[in-house]
Nanobody, 119 residues
Framework: QAQLVESGGGLVQAGGSLRLSCAAS????????MGWFRQAPGKEREFVAR????????YYIDSVKGRFTISRDNAKNTLYLQMNSLKAEDTAVYYC????????????WGQGTQVTVSS
């Protein structure tokens, strides 16, 4: 399994930006799909975006399309989530996750990083 460590969370005003990072290590990352999830207080964990490490194909939920961008740096083995035009409803703990290509279970998780958007 991949080992994942997030960073980059913090407090930002509505309309601002943050970039989350996820340092990944372990087995060949080209065999994985990487994703970002979030969990707001009192709510279930929610999928946000994913990227195929080998070809960079991305997918987003509708509520973040046009505002968030998921990307990866192969040389640094790092996953990113650039978040622009942040809204109060984006406030959550953000987690990066990994799953082997072709599988449905996200088997590797980071510890999470808090993002708070003040209105």
């Amino acid at each position: 399994q991949a080992q994942l460590v997030e960073s980059g969370g913090g407090l930002v005003q509505a309309g601002g930006s943050l970039r989350l990072s996820c340092a990944a290590s372990g087995r060949a990352l080209s065999r994985y799909t990487m994703g970002w999830f979030r969990q707001a207080p009192g709510k279930e964990r929610e999928f946000v975006a994913r990227i195929s490490w080998i070809d960079g194909i991305t997918y987003y939920i509708d509520s973040v399309k046009g505002r968030f961008t998921i990307s990866r740096d192969n040389a640094k083995n790092t996953l990113y989530l650039q978040m622009n035009s942040l809204k109060a409803e984006d406030t959550a703990v953000y987690y990066c996750a990994a799953r082997p290509n072709g599988e449905v279970v996200w088997g590797s998780w980071g510890q999470g990083t808090q993002v708070t958007v003040s209105s």
